[in-house]
């Protein structure tokens, strides 16, 4: 997999390039430039069924999504139900890996326990997304 392979959910001829040009895996990332400003890849409270509709163009397009980003901080104080949703998200989508862009600053990391454990919690009491 290779940084640049992004995937946007309006710029499917971005997409068909990245297949194009020998990618087979793509990572979703937070934000993309559009011709109007930054636009949102999926936005962490989406529905799950969104990424599942997402990764089946992907899979359609030849790419396999493999990465998801995060996009949660220990400072968003609705950090445990955005994270929640965003391994269900990745639960729907089958994307395997959910990870975090920032390491936790000094003083937080007892902040990051909690909002995993919450969110492990709350995934364990969800039998709506099952794993693939």
């Known amino acids: 997999m290779h940084d640049a392979s992004v995937f946007s959910i309006s710029a499917g001829s971005r997409a068909h390039g990245l297949k194009s040009a020998g990618f087979r895996h793509v990572a979703w990332g937070v934000t993309h430039k559009e ?52 391994i269900k998200q990745a639960s729907a989508g089958g994307v395997p890996q959910v990870p975090y ?16 454990q919450a969110a492990r919690a709350d995934r364990k009491g969800s039998q709506r997304h099952p794993r693939r």
């Open 35 to 86: 011709a109007d400003g930054e636009k949102h890849v999926l936005d962490a409270d989406a529905p799950p069924d969104r990424a599942k509709e997402l990764a089946s163009r992907c899979r359609d397009m030849g790419l396999e999504p493999v990465m998801m980003f995060s996009e949660i901080y220990p400072e968003n104080d609705k950090r445990s139900r955005l994270l929640t949703n965003r």
């Open 101 to 116: 862009i920032r390491a936790y600053r000094r003083g937080k990391a007892s902040v990051w326990v909690r909002t995993l």
